[in-house]
């Protein structure tokens, strides 16, 4: 059910085509990824687990049953005369019902840790899911902007190719010298270089889509296309739900019951227990005098170990150690979450900032590129230098706009696995 719900997670403004590629992103990333569906079959074992320890306070019934031949040779009386060789089948057949009365504490104790231990499961399968959902965004915005670096240099180079061609001619007719000449090709080889280094990128990027995602890389990624996330409004609001419901921090939160749970548990091995037993035994051929035989027997049985070779002493100091080795860890991972959301935080509103500025800078660069390369054509005073220069300042203003706007999708979606709230809820 939830592959197809990841579906509905996304309202995208652009065309359904763009929209469908970006679905299908994080459709296969949960159909194919094999860690997710390890963490799933790793959570219904845990569910196993509760039930196992629900079962110890339950009564154990145990039929069991058995029959055997027996021949007696040899026989003798007392006063040393010999007997009639006997042969027999004795069979026995008894049922044992077993409850225990009090263990110590140790099955209660035994059965809270194994519903932490599923809660514990839970938090780490959607701690993953999260996981994947921001691997598959990271993945599908950087192969876009691999796409339009492509596209951006491939462009630059047919600029400068036409370039060089119209300055070869202006070269013949005495308009500029061999020294601009040998600009425009110095400029063209520098382009060729970055198209060559920007097609290698691209490739790198098809690879690692393919081994996040574990399926084929799209022919293009559409960069505008930014989901509408419901995002926290401020730091001290991202800071608070991410106390409450961060994947990791719960973990530790859970961790550190469980350690106390051990500990409640090896203390109730030093503790008396006490349990009732109703047995019923019935025989067969059971001797030469007696062929049939029924027993019962109830007993009740108190058990107090005082002394185990110091096992039992050891194993309560090993969970006192334990539990505070937890403590410490969740103190910890507590102040990693609150710097990792702050960070994330930080990092989500400079790359908004980031985004506004490089497209006025990209703006400011095709207004200025076009002006300076009309005047530079029709013969007017600019230089072969001033066009390199207004050019190469149009391909970087590209570039990192691109790079802004992946950037910025991407911060949407790591803030929210930062605070642990990257649900299908949140992402509208």
Known sequence: ????????????????????????????????????????????????????????????????????????????????ASLQDTESTPENRSVLIEQKIFDGFSNYNNLAKS??????????????????????A????????????LEFNQSNVELFERQVESDRSRLERGEISLTDFAQSESSLAGAQAKLITATNELIS??????????????????????????MPTSLDTATAISDQINPRLNLAKIDLEIAKRELYAARGDLSP?????????????????????????????????????????????????KLQEKELILQDITDQVQIDTANAWTSYNSTRS???????????????????TLEYDTGNSRTTLEVIQSRALLLDARTSYAKAQKDFAIAQFNLLASIGDLYLENIK
Do not use: C, H
């Not at 196992?52 to 040899?74: H, M, R, Y």
């Not at 519903?115 to 598959?136: C, G, H, P, R």
């Open 273 to 321: 227990s006490a349990s009732i037993t109703y047995e019923k035994k019935k025989n067969y051929d059971f001797s030469t005098t007696v062929d049939e035989r029924e027993q019962e027997q109830v007993k009740a049985t108190v058990k107090w170990p005082l002394f185990k070779g110091g096992k039992n002493i050891s194993s309560v100091k090993k969970a006192s150690f």
């Open 1 to 80: 059910m939830k592959k197809f719900l990841i579906l509905l997670i996304f309202f995208l403004p652009n065309s359904n085509l763009n929209a469908q590629d970006l679905l299908n992103t994080l459709s296969d990333a949960f159909k194919n990824n094999s860690k997710l569906n390890a963490e799933r079959a790793s959570l219904n074992a845990e569910k196993q687990d509760v039930n196992i320890s629900i079962g110890e306070f339950l009564p154990s019934v145990t039929l069991s049953g058995d029959a055997a031949t027996q021949k007696d040779t040899n026989r003798k009386n007392q006063s040393g």
């Open 115 to 136: 519903k932490l231990e599923f809660e514990y499961a839970k938090f780490k399968l959607n701690k993953l899911e999260q996981e994947v959902i921001l691997s598959a």
């Open 354 to 372: 980031v985004l506004d500025a490089t497209s006025v800078q990209l703006k400011a660069a095709e207004i200025a590129n076009e002006g300076i």
């Open 205 to 230: 990027g098809k690879k690692n889509f393919q081994k996040i995602i574990g399926s084929t890389a799209p022919n293009e990624i559409n960069l505008s296309l930014f989901p509408n996330l419901s």
């Open 138 to 149: 990271k993945a599908y915005y950087n192969l876009g902007y691999n796409f339009k670096n």
